[in-house]
């Protein structure tokens, strides 16, 4: 008989060797999520509001920085919290 055990909360261990400096990382990271999340929007406003730009390549372009986009939104969030508070854990539904 096998036995599975089911998972429902991971520990994430990432930067733990850093100790006290960890709080310190949250100023360059969170400012690097707002550049990537303010410069992603101009570029999606741009291509989707001026009619010059709706060409094959900018549409291209657009996509790639939608993306880009969601990347961040998904995973920096967390590991700001991480940073601030010591928060090491994530749930099984966080992680999907």
């Avoid at 303010?38 to 010059?52: C, F, G, H, R």
């Avoid at 996509?63 to 928060?87: E, G, Q, R, S």
Wanted: net charge neutral; hydrophobic share 60%.
């Amino acid at each position: 008989m096998v036995y599975l055990e089911t998972m429902i909360y991971f520990k994430l261990i990432g930067f733990y060797s850093l100790g006290e400096w960890r709080p310190l990382l949250f100023v360059p990271f969170s400012l690097m999520f707002l550049l990537a999340i303010t410069a992603n929007s101009i570029i999606i406003y741009l291509i989707t509001s001026q009619k010059s730009l709706h060409s094959p390549m900018y549409v291209l372009i657009g996509l790639m920085a939608v993306v880009d986009l969601m990347l961040p939104i998904f995973f920096v969030p967390n590991m700001l919290l991480n940073f601030l508070f010591n928060w090491t854990g994530i749930s099984l539904t966080g992680c999907l």
